[in-house]
Protein backbone atom coordinates (compact mmCIF):
# COMPACT_ATOMS: atom_id res chain seq x y z
CA UNK A 1 0.00 0.00 0.00
CA UNK A 2 2.90 2.63 0.77
CA UNK A 3 4.11 1.63 -2.48
CA UNK A 4 1.34 2.22 -4.16
CA UNK A 5 0.67 5.47 -2.19
CA UNK A 6 3.80 6.90 -2.92
CA UNK A 7 3.26 6.23 -6.93
CA UNK A 8 0.05 8.40 -7.02
CA UNK A 9 1.98 11.30 -5.10
CA UNK A 10 4.57 11.02 -7.96
CA UNK A 11 1.68 11.20 -10.66
CA UNK A 12 0.03 13.79 -9.53
CA UNK A 13 3.31 15.83 -8.68
CA UNK A 14 4.36 15.27 -12.19
CA UNK A 15 0.92 16.10 -13.83
CA UNK A 16 1.12 19.66 -12.10
CA UNK A 17 4.82 20.43 -12.94
CA UNK A 18 4.43 23.23 -16.16
CA UNK A 19 5.44 22.22 -19.73
CA UNK A 20 9.10 21.80 -20.30
CA UNK A 21 10.06 25.65 -21.29
CA UNK A 22 6.77 27.00 -20.13
CA UNK A 23 9.11 29.45 -17.40
CA UNK A 24 10.89 30.67 -20.26
CA UNK A 25 7.80 31.70 -22.27
CA UNK A 26 8.67 35.92 -23.97
CA UNK A 27 6.54 37.88 -23.21
CA UNK A 28 5.40 40.13 -26.83
CA UNK A 29 6.56 43.54 -26.77
CA UNK A 30 4.92 46.30 -26.38
CA UNK A 31 5.17 48.67 -29.26
CA UNK A 32 4.90 52.26 -29.67
CA UNK A 33 3.21 54.58 -32.00
CA UNK A 34 3.14 58.79 -31.97
CA UNK A 35 0.40 59.59 -34.57
CA UNK A 36 -0.98 63.31 -35.86
CA UNK A 37 -4.21 63.82 -37.33
CA UNK A 38 -4.69 62.96 -40.81
CA UNK A 39 -7.65 65.46 -41.13
CA UNK A 40 -8.53 68.23 -38.50
CA UNK A 41 -11.17 70.86 -38.54
CA UNK A 42 -13.34 73.16 -36.49
CA UNK A 43 -16.59 74.52 -35.99
CA UNK A 44 -19.16 76.82 -33.97
CA UNK A 45 -22.87 75.86 -33.07
CA UNK A 46 -25.78 77.50 -30.64
CA UNK A 47 -26.50 74.70 -28.36
CA UNK A 48 -29.73 74.99 -26.48
CA UNK A 49 -28.44 75.69 -22.56
CA UNK A 50 -31.89 75.15 -20.72
CA UNK A 51 -30.50 72.40 -18.73
CA UNK A 52 -27.71 74.78 -17.03
CA UNK A 53 -27.08 74.66 -13.43
CA UNK A 54 -27.49 78.70 -13.22
CA UNK A 55 -28.73 81.03 -15.95
CA UNK A 56 -26.49 83.60 -16.85
CA UNK A 57 -27.12 87.25 -18.00
CA UNK A 58 -23.71 88.43 -19.42
CA UNK A 59 -21.86 91.31 -22.14
CA UNK A 60 -18.93 91.78 -22.43
CA UNK A 61 -16.73 92.37 -25.64
CA UNK A 62 -16.74 88.80 -26.72
CA UNK A 63 -19.84 87.08 -25.30
CA UNK A 64 -23.72 88.27 -24.86
CA UNK A 65 -26.24 86.25 -22.74
CA UNK A 66 -30.15 86.87 -22.22
CA UNK A 67 -32.19 85.01 -19.70
CA UNK A 68 -35.72 83.58 -20.49
CA UNK A 69 -38.88 82.78 -18.03
CA UNK A 70 -41.90 81.12 -18.29
CA UNK A 71 -44.51 81.52 -15.50
CA UNK A 72 -47.92 79.59 -15.65
CA UNK A 73 -50.39 83.01 -14.60
CA UNK A 74 -53.96 82.42 -14.80
CA UNK A 75 -55.86 85.75 -16.11
CA UNK A 76 -58.34 85.82 -13.76
CA UNK A 77 -58.64 88.54 -11.55
CA UNK A 78 -56.34 90.78 -13.14
CA UNK A 79 -57.78 93.70 -12.46
CA UNK A 80 -57.15 93.23 -7.90
CA UNK A 81 -53.75 93.11 -8.62
CA UNK A 82 -51.97 95.58 -6.61
CA UNK A 83 -48.28 94.64 -7.31
CA UNK A 84 -46.21 92.28 -9.23
CA UNK A 85 -42.78 91.18 -8.14
CA UNK A 86 -40.21 89.46 -9.62
CA UNK A 87 -37.70 87.53 -7.18
CA UNK A 88 -34.16 86.31 -8.63
CA UNK A 89 -31.18 85.24 -6.95
CA UNK A 90 -27.87 85.66 -7.96
CA UNK A 91 -24.93 83.38 -8.15
CA UNK A 92 -21.52 83.69 -9.24
CA UNK A 93 -20.51 87.18 -11.24
CA UNK A 94 -20.84 91.32 -10.49
CA UNK A 95 -23.27 93.63 -10.41
CA UNK A 96 -25.39 94.23 -13.33
CA UNK A 97 -28.11 96.35 -14.80
CA UNK A 98 -30.64 94.70 -16.75
CA UNK A 99 -34.57 95.49 -18.68
CA UNK A 100 -36.96 93.28 -18.08
CA UNK A 101 -39.49 92.95 -21.30
CA UNK A 102 -42.25 90.90 -21.89
CA UNK A 103 -41.17 88.22 -24.64
CA UNK A 104 -43.45 88.32 -28.18
CA UNK A 105 -42.69 84.64 -29.38
CA UNK A 106 -43.47 81.44 -27.88
CA UNK A 107 -39.91 79.12 -27.00
CA UNK A 108 -38.83 75.99 -25.35
CA UNK A 109 -35.89 76.03 -22.60
CA UNK A 110 -34.84 72.64 -24.25
CA UNK A 111 -34.44 73.67 -27.55
CA UNK A 112 -34.20 77.49 -27.35
CA UNK A 113 -30.81 79.65 -28.75
CA UNK A 114 -30.04 82.51 -30.07
CA UNK A 115 -31.02 82.00 -33.69
CA UNK A 116 -34.42 79.37 -32.50
CA UNK A 117 -36.89 80.09 -30.35
CA UNK A 118 -37.83 76.00 -30.52
CA UNK A 119 -36.79 73.14 -32.98
CA UNK A 120 -38.59 74.60 -35.91
CA UNK A 121 -39.11 78.42 -35.41
CA UNK A 122 -36.58 81.15 -35.89
CA UNK A 123 -37.19 84.42 -33.62
CA UNK A 124 -37.92 87.41 -36.15
CA UNK A 125 -34.27 88.87 -34.68
CA UNK A 126 -31.90 86.54 -33.31
CA UNK A 127 -31.52 86.69 -29.33
CA UNK A 128 -35.19 86.46 -28.79
CA UNK A 129 -38.15 88.72 -29.47
CA UNK A 130 -40.04 91.04 -27.36
CA UNK A 131 -42.52 93.72 -27.08
CA UNK A 132 -41.09 97.19 -26.69
CA UNK A 133 -42.00 97.66 -23.47
CA UNK A 134 -40.24 97.90 -20.23
CA UNK A 135 -41.87 95.95 -17.45
CA UNK A 136 -38.61 97.60 -15.15
CA UNK A 137 -34.94 98.16 -15.16
CA UNK A 138 -32.93 97.24 -12.10
CA UNK A 139 -29.56 95.55 -10.90
CA UNK A 140 -29.34 92.07 -9.76
CA UNK A 141 -26.45 90.63 -7.65
CA UNK A 142 -24.75 89.57 -5.75
CA UNK A 143 -27.39 88.81 -2.94
CA UNK A 144 -31.18 88.32 -4.44
CA UNK A 145 -33.18 90.82 -5.76
CA UNK A 146 -37.38 91.69 -5.75
CA UNK A 147 -37.93 93.76 -8.53
CA UNK A 148 -41.42 95.49 -9.15
CA UNK A 149 -42.95 95.31 -12.30
CA UNK A 150 -44.79 98.03 -13.77
CA UNK A 151 -48.64 97.10 -13.53
CA UNK A 152 -49.24 99.50 -16.38
CA UNK A 153 -48.33 96.26 -18.67
CA UNK A 154 -49.17 93.54 -16.50
CA UNK A 155 -52.50 92.72 -18.75
CA UNK A 156 -49.59 92.39 -21.71
CA UNK A 157 -47.27 89.97 -19.91
CA UNK A 158 -50.25 87.64 -19.12
CA UNK A 159 -52.91 87.75 -21.77
CA UNK A 160 -50.45 88.53 -24.77
CA UNK A 161 -46.87 87.01 -24.33
CA UNK A 162 -44.66 84.13 -23.73
CA UNK A 163 -43.10 85.05 -20.96
CA UNK A 164 -39.94 87.67 -19.86
CA UNK A 165 -36.79 88.12 -21.30
CA UNK A 166 -34.22 90.02 -19.18
CA UNK A 167 -31.32 91.50 -21.34
CA UNK A 168 -28.26 93.05 -19.83
CA UNK A 169 -27.23 96.79 -20.10
CA UNK A 170 -23.93 97.03 -19.26
CA UNK A 171 -20.49 94.99 -18.91
CA UNK A 172 -20.38 92.03 -16.92
CA UNK A 173 -21.86 88.90 -16.19
CA UNK A 174 -24.01 87.37 -13.23
CA UNK A 175 -25.36 83.85 -12.84
CA UNK A 176 -28.87 83.73 -11.86
CA UNK A 177 -30.14 80.59 -9.63
CA UNK A 178 -32.40 78.31 -12.06
CA UNK A 179 -35.39 75.64 -11.80
CA UNK A 180 -32.10 73.16 -10.66
CA UNK A 181 -33.04 74.66 -6.59
CA UNK A 182 -36.47 75.11 -5.83
CA UNK A 183 -35.93 77.36 -2.95
CA UNK A 184 -33.61 79.65 -4.90
CA UNK A 185 -35.64 79.37 -8.39
CA UNK A 186 -37.08 82.88 -10.09
CA UNK A 187 -40.73 83.48 -8.87
CA UNK A 188 -43.43 85.95 -9.65
CA UNK A 189 -45.30 87.17 -6.94
CA UNK A 190 -48.60 89.00 -7.14
CA UNK A 191 -50.30 90.98 -4.19
CA UNK A 192 -53.65 91.67 -4.91
CA UNK A 193 -56.35 94.09 -3.37
CA UNK A 194 -57.42 92.31 -0.54
CA UNK A 195 -53.97 91.77 0.41
CA UNK A 196 -54.02 88.13 -1.07
CA UNK A 197 -50.57 87.11 -2.33
CA UNK A 198 -49.45 84.45 -4.84
CA UNK A 199 -46.22 82.75 -5.57
CA UNK A 200 -45.56 81.43 -9.04
CA UNK A 201 -42.68 79.15 -9.58
CA UNK A 202 -40.80 79.46 -12.55
CA UNK A 203 -42.45 77.23 -14.97
CA UNK A 204 -39.21 76.83 -17.84
CA UNK A 205 -36.36 79.16 -18.27
CA UNK A 206 -32.75 79.27 -19.69
CA UNK A 207 -30.62 81.57 -21.43
CA UNK A 208 -29.31 81.97 -24.80
CA UNK A 209 -26.04 83.22 -25.91
CA UNK A 210 -24.58 84.98 -28.77
CA UNK A 211 -20.55 85.90 -29.44
CA UNK A 212 -20.22 89.15 -30.54
CA UNK A 213 -16.19 89.16 -31.79
CA UNK A 214 -15.17 85.05 -32.38
CA UNK A 215 -16.17 82.74 -35.14
CA UNK A 216 -14.82 79.19 -35.91
CA UNK A 217 -12.80 79.32 -39.33
CA UNK A 218 -11.34 76.02 -40.34
CA UNK A 219 -8.20 77.00 -40.26
CA UNK A 220 -8.61 77.99 -36.00
CA UNK A 221 -9.17 75.02 -34.02
CA UNK A 222 -11.31 75.86 -30.76
CA UNK A 223 -12.91 74.40 -28.20
CA UNK A 224 -15.26 75.84 -25.87
CA UNK A 225 -19.47 75.88 -23.99
CA UNK A 226 -21.51 78.15 -24.04
CA UNK A 227 -21.74 78.77 -27.88
CA UNK A 228 -20.39 75.51 -28.35
CA UNK A 229 -16.82 75.19 -30.30
CA UNK A 230 -16.15 72.11 -31.55
CA UNK A 231 -12.48 70.52 -33.21
CA UNK A 232 -13.09 67.27 -35.23
CA UNK A 233 -10.24 65.06 -36.15
CA UNK A 234 -9.28 61.38 -37.74
CA UNK A 235 -6.06 59.36 -36.84
CA UNK A 236 -5.15 56.77 -39.84
CA UNK A 237 -4.76 53.63 -37.88
CA UNK A 238 -3.79 51.85 -40.75
CA UNK A 239 -0.13 51.52 -39.26
CA UNK A 240 -1.79 49.21 -36.30
CA UNK A 241 -2.32 45.62 -37.17
CA UNK A 242 -5.66 44.32 -36.95
CA UNK A 243 -4.87 41.46 -34.51
CA UNK A 244 -3.22 44.13 -31.76
CA UNK A 245 -4.15 44.54 -28.59
CA UNK A 246 -4.13 48.13 -27.49
CA UNK A 247 -2.69 48.46 -23.80
CA UNK A 248 -2.78 52.42 -24.34
CA UNK A 249 -3.68 55.29 -26.64
CA UNK A 250 -3.92 58.46 -24.88
CA UNK A 251 -5.50 61.97 -27.34
CA UNK A 252 -2.65 65.00 -25.63
CA UNK A 253 -2.56 68.53 -26.59
CA UNK A 254 -2.02 71.80 -24.78
CA UNK A 255 -4.61 74.23 -25.36
CA UNK A 256 -4.17 78.31 -25.47
CA UNK A 257 -6.58 79.65 -23.08
CA UNK A 258 -8.74 82.80 -24.90
CA UNK A 259 -11.94 83.50 -22.39
CA UNK A 260 -13.15 81.59 -19.14
CA UNK A 261 -15.89 82.56 -16.22
CA UNK A 262 -15.06 79.66 -14.63
CA UNK A 263 -11.82 77.57 -12.72
CA UNK A 264 -11.59 74.52 -14.09
CA UNK A 265 -12.88 73.43 -17.43
CA UNK A 266 -14.03 70.02 -18.84
CA UNK A 267 -13.49 68.48 -21.42
CA UNK A 268 -14.88 65.30 -24.07
CA UNK A 269 -14.29 63.23 -26.68
CA UNK A 270 -17.30 62.11 -28.84
CA UNK A 271 -16.66 59.20 -31.93
CA UNK A 272 -18.67 59.81 -34.72
CA UNK A 273 -21.20 57.40 -36.01
CA UNK A 274 -21.06 58.74 -39.61
CA UNK A 275 -18.99 60.75 -41.85
CA UNK A 276 -17.81 64.31 -41.05
CA UNK A 277 -19.27 66.45 -43.79
CA UNK A 278 -17.05 69.97 -43.43
CA UNK A 279 -19.59 72.30 -45.11
CA UNK A 280 -22.69 70.69 -43.43
CA UNK A 281 -21.01 70.46 -39.74
CA UNK A 282 -23.98 67.86 -38.80
CA UNK A 283 -22.52 64.50 -38.41
CA UNK A 284 -24.40 62.50 -35.87
CA UNK A 285 -21.70 61.27 -32.81
CA UNK A 286 -22.18 59.18 -29.83
CA UNK A 287 -24.24 61.09 -27.33
CA UNK A 288 -22.23 58.91 -24.28
CA UNK A 289 -18.72 60.49 -24.32
CA UNK A 290 -15.69 58.22 -24.71
CA UNK A 291 -13.27 59.92 -22.61
CA UNK A 292 -13.31 63.01 -20.15
CA UNK A 293 -10.68 65.37 -18.91
CA UNK A 294 -10.38 68.35 -16.35
CA UNK A 295 -8.16 70.99 -17.15
CA UNK A 296 -7.64 73.70 -14.27
CA UNK A 297 -7.43 76.88 -15.99
CA UNK A 298 -4.74 78.35 -13.41
CA UNK A 299 -2.40 75.54 -13.94
CA UNK A 300 1.21 75.63 -15.12
CA UNK A 301 1.41 76.36 -18.64
CA UNK A 302 2.76 73.22 -19.67
CA UNK A 303 -0.30 71.06 -18.61
CA UNK A 304 -1.68 68.52 -21.15
CA UNK A 305 -5.08 67.58 -21.69
CA UNK A 306 -4.84 63.91 -21.53
CA UNK A 307 -7.56 61.95 -22.81
CA UNK A 308 -7.79 58.22 -22.57
CA UNK A 309 -8.86 56.51 -25.57
CA UNK A 310 -7.99 53.41 -25.36
CA UNK A 311 -11.23 51.70 -25.97
CA UNK A 312 -12.15 54.01 -28.37
CA UNK A 313 -8.61 53.16 -30.55
CA UNK A 314 -9.38 49.41 -29.78
CA UNK A 315 -12.73 49.41 -31.03
CA UNK A 316 -11.22 51.37 -34.30
CA UNK A 317 -9.06 48.70 -35.10
CA UNK A 318 -11.65 46.18 -34.67
CA UNK A 319 -13.73 47.63 -36.99
CA UNK A 320 -12.04 50.27 -39.09
CA UNK A 321 -14.99 51.25 -41.72
CA UNK A 322 -16.61 52.71 -38.35
CA UNK A 323 -13.24 55.22 -37.87
CA UNK A 324 -15.56 58.47 -38.83
CA UNK A 325 -12.73 60.62 -36.42
CA UNK A 326 -14.10 62.19 -33.48
CA UNK A 327 -15.40 65.28 -31.47
CA UNK A 328 -13.09 66.93 -28.76
CA UNK A 329 -15.68 69.31 -27.22
CA UNK A 330 -16.66 71.21 -23.55
CA UNK A 331 -18.29 68.61 -21.55
CA UNK A 332 -21.22 69.79 -20.99
CA UNK A 333 -21.06 72.46 -23.55
CA UNK A 334 -24.06 74.64 -21.57
CA UNK A 335 -21.76 75.44 -18.55
CA UNK A 336 -20.70 78.91 -17.99
CA UNK A 337 -18.68 80.58 -21.45
CA UNK A 338 -15.08 79.26 -21.51
CA UNK A 339 -13.04 78.92 -25.17
CA UNK A 340 -9.34 77.58 -25.88
CA UNK A 341 -7.54 77.29 -28.92
CA UNK A 342 -5.31 74.35 -30.06
CA UNK A 343 -2.23 74.85 -32.58
CA UNK A 344 -2.52 72.86 -35.70
CA UNK A 345 1.31 72.19 -35.52
CA UNK A 346 4.46 71.43 -32.93
CA UNK A 347 4.36 69.43 -29.89
CA UNK A 348 1.58 71.09 -28.24
CA UNK A 349 -0.80 70.06 -31.24
CA UNK A 350 -3.21 67.38 -30.71
CA UNK A 351 -1.36 63.94 -31.13
CA UNK A 352 -2.23 60.51 -30.40
CA UNK A 353 -0.12 58.29 -28.19
CA UNK A 354 -0.65 54.35 -28.88
CA UNK A 355 0.97 50.94 -27.47
CA UNK A 356 0.00 47.94 -28.44
CA UNK A 357 1.53 44.06 -28.14
CA UNK A 358 0.09 41.09 -30.77
CA UNK A 359 -0.74 37.95 -29.85
CA UNK A 360 2.52 35.97 -28.22
CA UNK A 361 3.67 33.30 -31.32
CA UNK A 362 2.30 29.28 -30.71
CA UNK A 363 5.46 27.91 -28.88
CA UNK A 364 4.46 24.58 -30.69
CA UNK A 365 5.04 25.73 -34.03
CA UNK A 366 7.93 25.13 -35.78
Known sequence: MKKLALALLLTLVACNRNPLGADHVEQPPVRALELVPDSITAYSRYVPLGV???????????YQSRVLLKFAIKDSALDSISSADLILHAGPGNKLLFACRPCSTPWRADAATWRMADDENQWNLPGGDYWNIELCRDTIGPESTVVALNLQYIDTLVRHSYGLILIPLDTGFC????TGSSATAPRLQLTFSNGRRRAYSVAEDCHIMDTLAVRAYPHELYVGSGLAFRTWMRFSLDSIPLEATIVRADLVFKPTLLYRRQETLHFGCHR???PYRPREKNAAYRIAADARSIFLAGD??????????????????TNPDSNFGLLVM?????????RVKLPRAGRSAPRLLVEYVLPPKDRLLR
Not at 56 to 62: A, F, I, R, T
Not at 330 to 338: L, R
Open 330 to 338: AEPEYAFPW
Open 300 to 317: VPDTLVRLDIRSLIQYWN
Open 52 to 62: ADQLLLCHDQE
Open 272 to 274: LTE
Open 175 to 178: GIKS
